[in-house]
């Protein structure tokens, strides 16, 4: 019975080991994954904030041209984030973050991708509401890895957060009504697709289609986005409490 009992200790104590191991693995891959991404998003706002301030207006057509690659490639990794949250590294609700990335790839490759279209306002509106997000989230996040963040941060990252997120959903609503002439008059996208029978695919439709998409996914999201941010807060306040 003795040994018995030493080998279930042993076995239990491999497996809080080996659990451990997996935590702070975990936690590693996600502080250096957080601080790419707040890297790229400071390099963005950087430079177009300094883009804007040296050339003004004029800065506006080529803020694509310049800080495009870096924009795809930091919202081309945020893909990863929905495997985070479905593997349990992330304790997010999947179906905000799986709206918002899909939101946000759909709007820069399908439509702001398109060189027509790069010089246009919107697309400059929408890169700095978008950096907004990274740098109230990634700093936010990357604090909760090593300590607890102070109460103004938390309660400016969630109430920021939900009224920029809103202001981006309006900002990509307004680029895909831009987009719709040009689709239009180029037919991009458009034609027929391999099908049982003959099927013809206008692309203008699918935009159009798209908004109330956009409309219902933001919707849910923004109640998503309210119940994380009273979460955060009743969690952070029982965190002080215990400390």
Known sequence: MMVSKEKDN????????????????GDAYLFLYYLLQFYGHTWIFTNMSARFISFGSDALAGTFYFVGVMMSSCQLLSILELFHIADGLE????LARFVQVMQRNFVLFLIINQEEFQSKTIVCVL???????????????????ISTPSISLVWTRYTLSVTVYGLSVIAEGVSVLQALPYYKSQGIFSGQIPAPGPVYVYFPYLLMAYLPLLALGSAITFQILLQERRQSLVSWSETKKRN
């Open 127 to 145: 890169f700095y509401l978008w950096n907004v997000l990274g740098l109230l989230r990634y700093p936010c996040e990357l604090l909760c890895l």
């Open 91 to 94: 304790n997010r609700r999947l």
């Open 10 to 25: 042993n076995q239990n104590n491999n497996d809080r080991g080996e659990e451990d191991i997996s935590y702070r693995v």
